[in-house]
C-alpha cells in the first residue's frame, strides 16, 4: 500500500509554475499537485473530466462565455471536451483529479507542456 | 456545468456521523464529505479503490496486521480488497473518492450503510 501524503507537504516539491506532480492515484484517477501563475492555454480534454481543489490563493477559470472565480477550498470539474483556460493572478495552489490519460494543455503543446514521466518526477 | 462547491461549506450540509453528502464527480468518481466519530466497521471494496483525505482532526485506518495514524491534510488511498475500519476518537472531516458503485460498509450491512440516495439527499 501507498504510504499516506500530506496535502501541503507534497508542494514542497513543486518548484516550477504549470508543472504538475503525482502525489497518489484511485481507481487509475491521478491525484497531482501544482502551483500555477499566470494564465496557462486555453485547451479542452476530449474524454475526460478534471477536478481543479483550490487549495491556496484564488483562480479565474475562463470558459469560452463566462468566467468563474475560484477562492481557497472551492471545487470545480471542467466537463470533458469543455474549452477553458486557467489564470490565476497571483500565485495559486491546485490539487486536481484527472485519468492517467490526461493532458494538462489538453491537444495544445506548449513550452509548459509536461510529460506524465515529468510530473512523476 | 455544475457550478463550484466549497468544501467547508459543504460539511455544513452534514449532521449525522458516518453518512457521506456527495458533493461532486470526476471522471464516474463520486467526490463525498463525511463527518466520523467513533469506528465504522471492517470492511472491504472489492473492486474499488477508496481515498481518504482528512480535511480536520485525526483518523486511524486500522488493517489487519497494522494501523496508519492519519492527521489533516494527509491523503491515502485504501486498495481495492484491502480489509480497513477507520477509527475516530474525536470528529474528523473526511473527503472521500470513490466510483458511483462503492458502498462505503463494503458488503457489511449496518445501521450505518446509506444508500446512493441517502447520500445524494
Redesign the interface.
Known amino acids: ?9 507534497a508542494f514542497d516539491r513543486v518548484t516550477d509554475y504549470w508543472s504538475p506532480k503525482v ?5 487509475d ?1 491521478l ?1 497531482k499537485v501544482a502551483k500555477l501563475k499566470g494564465a496557462l492555454v486555453w485547451h479542452a480534454h476530449d474524454g ?4 481543479f ?1 483550490i487549495v491556496k490563493g484564488k483562480l479565474r477559470m475562463e ?1 469560452e462565455d463566462h468566467a ?1 472565480d ?2 481557497e ?7 470533458k471536451g ?1 474549452m477553458h483556460n486557467p489564470v490565476a493572478e497571483e500565485e495559486c495552489w491546485v490539487l486536481l ?3 492517467a490519460s490526461t493532458k494538462h494543455t489538453g491537444d495544445e503543446i506548449t513550452d509548459r507542456t509536461r510529460s506524465l514521466e515529468e510530473q512523476m518526477s
Do not use: A, S, Y
Not at 1 to 9: F, G, T
Not at 73 to 79: E, K, V, Y
Open positions: 500500500m501507498i504510504p499516506p501524503i500530506n496535502l501541503i507537504d502525489i497518489g492515484e484511485v481507481n484517477q491525484l475526460e473530466d478534471e477536478l481543489h470558459f468563474v475560484l477562492k477550498g472551492d471545487i470545480l470539474t471542467i466537463p469543455v483529479v484527472e485519468p
